[in-house]
């Protein structure tokens, strides 16, 4: 089993930075794509970055060129720099790791964290 733990959400004025973290610990081969998603109140929940072991990445376009999505393979922890937060970056942001462990792939994630912008 996969557990993913999550931190660095809080409340942040607009315009403002946050950092968040997630570090894999568990029973796992390889961790192939970790990923950060957003669930705002009332809506369903959308990819913000996802990272591949090898470092491709993919954001939403309403946060490209304010967050960064970066890895550390070494410590299985995969972080979401956001700059110039806004109002509508509000919401519960999940971990994502998919990867292989023997011959089953696996989905998981982790309980949330959660980010509120004051405009």
């Known amino acids: 089993q996969v557990q993913l733990v999550e931190s660095g959400g809080g409340l942040v004025q607009a315009g403002g930075s946050l950092r968040l973290s997630c570090a894999a610990s568990g029973s796992f081969f390889s961790i192939n794509r970790m990923g950060w998603y957003r669930q705002a109140p009332g809506k369903q929940r959308d990819m913000v970055a996802t990272i591949t072991s090898d470092g491709n990445t993919n954001y939403a376009d309403s946060v490209k060129g304010r967050f960064t999505i970066s890895r550390d393979n070494a410590k299985n922890t995969v972080y979401l720099q956001m700059e110039s937060l806004k109002p509508e970056d509000i919401g519960v942001y999940y971990c994502?790791?998919?990867?292989?462990?023997?011959?089953?792939?696996?989905?998981?994630w982790g309980q949330g964290t959660q980010v509120t912008v004051s405009s």
């Open positions: 994502n790791a998919v990867g292989w462990y023997f011959a089953s792939e696996y989905d998981a």
